[in-house]
């Protein structure tokens, strides 16, 4: 069979694939890198700036010379210039740079030379502070105390951990009973029950939010992990149920009408042989449920944000970029505390994630 | 799926005689075991000043909602089961789909037609007030920059979702680096909108021309000779394009899931035909893979499409809607936590309700064509 040469080669397709991984990656990279530098270098140079460059380096140090008065030139160095010149940096002749720091009369003078740097000095500070619940005092590197807010994530963590788990668990659960009776329980108004069930896939879970608020309040139930299981399970179960029914509903009939036939209850059928077979499914659900929950911002807010001792990773990471946006060695450290689950997830579990998702791509 | 014979015998509950008096007991102390677990571990869980340490709550709470709704399965089972066989028959379907029913009615159901309600009302939910409130939704300067906002994400974030979606699924079926790849570019996919955005902030962060710029968009831009911008505050309505990238970011590697899986499934000698017959790999790629994959181009662009209607946390973390960036979810957000105007919160959350309509219908109808 003639064959065409390929109009695109092996070369063009892995060099634009390179380039576009590289931009997907980069954001991340800048993220992680910040996280781990300390806080006077994230704010004084571009994360990128730990890579090899060349940069001034100073070479020497100099006293400042006397009289200095107006704008008339000075020469330091063999290199004459204005005050403001110096104090902007000035390039010698032999590529040397001499820089004025300071102010006229209790500067100095740095000799500087260009070399090749990089400069990362690695820290975990920013992960203890944005991690602690109280004040953290640490020593500065010139020896001085400083004192510093903490973010709360470690409590925020285990927070999102007990929100997570139950209600990842619970949803699965109860979609699992409600697949194996859509699915091999005959009763009156089946059908109608499940073709609510595929209307509900796509309802914009905004419009629960209102009266299930006004309820939980009258329950006391804002602000408890209670509420907000119930409230995932709600939102999460018309998925779930669908999904676990495609599964369910093909196991072939024989298998289950034999142990009927042996006396077997539904409930026994149900856990010695729905359960076990159904497996893959359940994994891939619950991987979904697992990432949606603990990813979620909207009904944790809505349900927990109220109560400080509760509030999960997501709120409280949204609250750190209110108040302290320009703290970005914070920032950093706590956007990758809260990616760290989810990144164990996906890398350990990408088989099952990937089908997961693509089971889920449904929900709404 | 290999399915192994299961030992039928360990189903078979036939007791001999004498037991059913002890599976009687056994099963009324589970029931009340069930009742002093529920409610000990309420009381312990809702102490709020209780004294116990955070991570053993935390497992004190996983615990306790876990086990407890495994118990009210078993146990609402076993009562079901101990009933005449007619009943049991008719009991035992609502042990196994009451729960999920409860929560579904409870949860979505009954919150669609209270919401709806709310709508017609004031502030408070005091004095009705007919359609003011869906007028006010269309006629207020906010809630329309809104809409337009969402109406970029749609036309700007789903096409771009879509297209780099297909055309890096596209690169990777033919690299030799096609696994590598795919994990860069899905991976954004497994973290939170929320984090996200912090990643995202932080590119696009802006500083004072005299500072250096730690923001790499801007760090490139003045290395260009430009002085910084604001991408995320000025230039409205073009600010709302740098929140759109965060977006595409994320969920390019969705779709690029699922188009790679579809090509994949494309018969070769469709490609090998269309190749003899003098087509180049775009033409193939447009004329025969494109129209083979519609309909998971279709699944994907209507996911992204609901996806994207909602989007909230996003916005909420690079500019919480500030410098018309206001969307649809965020604008809902205002009215109802903000402002406290549940009627006006209400009517918004219905509007998206009515836009996700068609996908609900067409979803349906797919549904009874699978029936019949």
Known sequence: MPRRRRWLGPLAVNGTLAVICFIWLVPTIGLLVSSVRPAADVLNSGWWSVLPHQDYVMTKELPIPTGVTGDAPITIEGVSATFDAFRGGVTAPDGRRILWVGNRRTGRIEIQQKQWVAPFNFTLRNYQIVLSGGDKTYENTGGTLRTERGGDLGSAFMNSIAVTIPATVIPLTVAAFAAYGFAWMRFRGRMALFALLVALLVIPLQIALVPVLRDYTGLDLNGTYLGVWLAHTGFGLPLAIYLVFGFVAEIPRDLIDSAVTDGASHFAVFRRIIVPLSVPVLASFAIFQFLWVWNDYLVATTFLGGTQDVQVLTIKLVNLAGTRGQDWQLLTAGAFVSMIIPLIVFFALQRYFVRGLLAGSVKG | ?372
């Not at chain 2, 407890?68 to 076993?78: C, E, P, R």
């Open chain 2, 1 to 372: 799926m290999a399915l192994t014979e299961p030992p039928l015998a360990a189903f078979n509950d036939e007791a001999p005689p004498g037991a059913r008096a002890r599976n009687l007991a056994l099963g009324i102390g589970g029931v009340i075991l069930t009742v002093v677990f529920l409610v000990a571990g309420y009381v312990i869980l809702a102490d709020k000043a209780s004294p116990i340490p955070k991570p053993l709550i935390t497992l004190l709470a996983i615990i306790w909602g876990v086990g407890g709704l495994l118990a009210i399965f078993t146990v609402s089972n076993w009562i079901v089961e101990q009933l005449p066989a007619r009943a049991m028959q008719i009991l035992l379907p609502a042990v196994f789909i009451g729960p999920a029913v409860i929560f579904l009615v409870y949860f979505l159901v009954l919150p669609s037609i209270r919401t709806f309600w709310t709508s017609f009302f004031d502030q408070d939910g005091a004095a009705f007030v007919g359609l003011a409130n869906y007028i006010r939704v269309f006629t207020d300067d906010a809630t329309l920059l809104a809409f337009r906002n969402n109406l970029l994400w749609l036309a700007i974030g789903a096409s771009l979702t879509v297209i780099m979606g297909l055309l890096i699924a596209g690169l990777a079926d033919r690299s030799r680096f096609e696994a590598i790849a795919k994990s860069i570019i899905f991976m954004p996919v497994a973290i939170s909108l929320v984090g996200a955005g912090i990643i995202w902030k932080f590119v696009y962060a802006v500083r004072d021309p005299s500072s250096p710029q730690i923001g790499l968009l801007n760090a490139i831009w003045v290395g260009l000779g430009h002085s910084p911008i604001g991408w995320l505050a000025d230039n409205q309505p073009f600010n709302n394009f740098f929140l759109i990238v965060v977006v595409v970011w994320l969920q390019t590697g969705f779709a690029m899931v699922l188009f790679s899986a579809a090509i994949k499934g494309v018969p070769a000698d469709l490609l090998d035909a269309a190749r003899v017959d003098g087509a180049n790999e775009i033409q193939t790629f447009m004329r025969i893979v494109v129209p083979t994959i519609m309909p998971t181009i279709i699944t994907v662009t209507t996911t992204i499409v609901i996806f994207t209607l909602k989007i909230f946390d996003v916005v909420v973390v690079l500019t919480n809607g500030n410098f018309g960036t206001q969307v649809i979810a965020t604008e809902f957000y205002t009215q109802f936590f903000s402002n406290r105007s549940f009627g006006l919160g209400s009517a918004i959350a219905i509007v998206l309700l009515i836009m996700v309509l068609p996908v609900m219908i067409y979803n349906l109808r797919r549904f009874q064509q699978q029936q019949a």
